[in-house]
C-alpha cells in the first residue's frame, strides 16, 4: 500500500504512545516505512503549540524533498496533537490545499481538558515534572485550559469565523477531519465527579463542530440584545463517534482486548472506525461516514436512558443491566468571554442560568432575590463551572443536556416562566467613573437565551444549543463613563 500516515502523541506522551495504532496500521496493509511517529517536548515550559507547529511544517517539507512522504498522507493525533495538527494547517493552509488527505483525532482535546489547570499547579509539577525539571509544559497547559483563548483563536481560523468567511484547511474533497471519543473514564478518575468523559478530555470539548455567537447588549435591549450567528467553516458536519468501552488511554490500544466491553461488536469497533477513516476517498463516502458515526453516537446516548431497551443495551456492552449509565448523558460546553463594546475585557462577571419570564419585563437584576429556577439549574444542570487562570474575563460552563431536556424545561418551570434556558449575566462596575449598562448606581444584569424546549427563533438562541458541543459566546456590554471623565471649561 502505498499511503502514508504520520501518528502524533499528546500532551506529557511520546512518540512510542502511538505505537499500537501504528501496528494496527501495519497489520491492514501499511508497511512498517510508511507510518511516522512525530514527538514534540510538551513537557518543557518554554516550549508553545506554535513552535511545535511550525517545527512540524518543516519536518514534513524535509522528508517530502528526501522522497520519504509523498504529497499526500494521513494523520493521526491523540489528544493534545490535535491542537498542534490543527494550528499547523490553520498557520500554513488557511484556505485549503494542506498535503493532509484524512484528519483523524483520537480523543482530542480541541476545547481543552479540565486536567489541564491540574498540571500547572504544584501538585502537577511535583507528579507529572518530577523527571523534568519540574516542567509540565507551562504554555501548552494554557493553551488547554478550559476556556483558553488559544482554543477561541484556533477555531476562528479553522471551524469558524465572525465576519462571514468560510475560508478553512477542511473540505469534503480536501482534508477531510474526523473524531473518535471514549466514553470510559481512565481507572481512579472517578473521584474527579466528572461524567461524560474519557479521563482526560469531556465529550463536548473533543467534538470540532463548535458553534459560536456574538451577544450585543449595544444593541437591541437588555432582554433582547443583537445575537449574531458566527459562521462554519469547512465542513458543516464533522464525522463524530462517541464509543463507551474507550478511556482517554485505551483508545491508543485499538484491539479487542483492551476494550471495556466483553461483547465482540463493540470491543472490534475501534479498529474498524480507524480503517473507515483513513480508507475515505470521496466527498459522498465522507458524508456516508458521518451518518453512520451519528448512528453510534445514537446508541451510546442510549445507555444512559432508562427502560428495558437501555437495560438490554448496558446488558450487551458491559455483562450487567444495572452499570451506571449517568456518564453517558450528553452535556454542553458553554465558553462565555465578556468585553465592553471598546474591546476591552470585563473580568469582574458573573454568570448564572435561568429562565425568562413569559411576561415582558423592562428589568433583568441580580442580587435581589434568588429564585427556585436558579437554585435548580445550578445544582442540576451545572456540573462544572471553570474561571479561565490566565483570562479573568473568559469561563466554561459544562451542562448537562440530558437533565435540561427530559427533566428541567419539562417539570420544573412555573408556568409565569418560559419553558427556555437562559444565561443570566451582571458585571460589577470596574470604579465610580465607568459602570457597564448605566450608572445609576444599581448593578444591572441582562438576559442570553440559550435553548427552549419547543422549536423558536434561531435568531434569538432559542435554539443555540447542540448536543455533543462546545459553544462560544462573545458578551459585548456598555461601557459607560461619567461626563467628568473629561471637561472643559472657560481659562479664569
Known amino acids: 500500500m502505498s499511503e502514508h500516515v504520520l501518528l502524533i502523541h499528546g500532551w506529557s506522551a511520546t512518540d512510542k504512545s502511538m505505537a499500537k495504532v501504528g501496528t494496527l496500521l501495519t497489520g491492514h496493509g501499511y508497511e512498517t516505512r510508511d507510518v511516522y511517529l512525530g514527538g514534540y517536548p510538551s513537557m518543557d515550559d518554554d516550549v508553545r503549540i506554535e513552535d511545535s507547529g511550525r517545527r512540524l ?22 489528544s493534545t496533537g490535535a491542537l498542534v495538527a490543527r494550528w499547523w494547517m490553520a498557520e500554513f493552509y488557511p484556505r485549503g490545499g494542506a498535503p493532509v488527505v484524512n484528519f483523524l483525532m483520537l480523543a482530542p482535546a480541541n476545547f481543552g481538558s479540565p486536567l489541564a489547570t491540574i498540571g500547572k499547579s504544584t501538585l502537577g509539577r511535583l507528579t507529572k515534572g518530577f523527571t523534568n525539571g519540574f516542567q509540565t509544559g507551562t504554555n501548552f497547559l494554557n493553551a488547554l485550559e478550559l476556556a483558553s483563548q488559544f482554543q477561541e483563536d484556533l477555531t476562528l481560523r479553522d471551524r469558524l469565523s465572525v465576519d462571514g468567511s468560510t475560508d478553512s484547511p477542511y473540505s469534503d474533497g480536501g482534508t477531510r477531519p474526523f473524531v473518535i471519543v471514549g466514553a470510559d473514564p481512565i481507572f481512579g478518575t472517578a473521584i474527579l465527579g466528572e461524567k461524560a468523559w474519557d479521563g482526560t478530555v469531556r465529550i463536548a ?22 445575537f449574531t450567528a458566527w459562521t462554519r467553516r469547512g465542513p458543516e458536519t464533522t464525522p463524530f463517534a462517541v ?34 477513516a483513513l480508507s475515505t476517498k470521496t466527498a459522498p463516502a465522507y458524508r456516508k461516514v458521518a451518518s453512520d458515526w451519528a448512528d453510534i453516537c445514537l446508541e451510546t446516548r442510549k445507555l444512559a436512558q432508562d427502560g428495558d431497551e437501555a437495560d438490554a443495551l448496558r446488558e450487551r456492552v458491559f455483562g450487567r443491566a444495572n452499570a451506571d449509565g449517568s456518564r453517558f448523558r450528553e452535556f ?21 442560568l435561568t429562565a425568562p419570564k413569559k411576561t415582558k419585563e423592562t428589568q433583568f437584576r441580580a442580587g435581589h432575590s434568588v429564585t427556585q429556577i436558579e ?3 445550578q445544582l442540576s444542570l451545572i456540573q462544572d463551572a471553570h474561571g479561565n487562570t490566565c483570562h479573568k474575563n473568559r469561563l466554561s460552563l459544562h451542562v448537562d443536556r440530558r437533565e435540561l431536556l427530559a427533566n428541567f424545561l419539562r417539570d420544573r418551570i412555573p408556568p409565569s416562566y418560559e419553558a427556555s434556558l437562559a444565561a443570566g449575566i451582571t458585571a460589577a462596575s470596574p470604579g465610580k467613573r465607568i459602570g457597564y449598562f448605566d450608572l445609576d448606581g444599581k448593578e444591572h444584569s441582562a438576559l442570553i437565551r440559550l435553548r427552549a424546549l419547543e422549536t423558536g427563533d434561531e435568531e434569538k438562541g ?21 461626563d467628568d471623565v473629561f471637561t472643559a471649561r472657560p481659562l479664569g
Open 462 to 482: 432559542k435554539r443555540f444549543l447542540r448536543r455533543y458541543s462546545t459553544h462560544f459566546i462573545r458578551v459585548i456590554l456598555p461601557r459607560v463613563a461619567r
Open 205 to 226: 470539548t473533543a467534538n470540532i463542530d463548535p458553534r459560536g455567537v456574538t451577544v450585543d447588549f449595544t444593541k437591541g435591549s437588555i432582554l433582547e440584545p443583537e
Open 243 to 276: 464509543i463507551p468501552d474507550r478511556s482517554h488511554l485505551s483508545i491508543l490500544k485499538p484491539g479487542a482486548k483492551e476494550s471495556a466491553s466483553k461483547d465482540p461488536d463493540i470491543a472490534g469497533r475501534l479498529e474498524d472506525l480507524i480503517l473507515q
Open 332 to 352: 454542553y460546553q458553554i465558553v462565555v468571554e465578556a468585553v465592553d463594546h471598546t474591546g476591552l475585557p470585563v473580568d469582574d462577571f458573573s454568570i448564572w
Open 57 to 78: 511544517h518543516t519536518v514534513i517539507a524535509d522528508l517530502q524533498a528526501e522522497g520519504s512522504l509523498p504529497a499526500k498522507f494521513h494523520v493521526v493525533v491523540h
Open 375 to 377: 437554585i435548580d439549574a
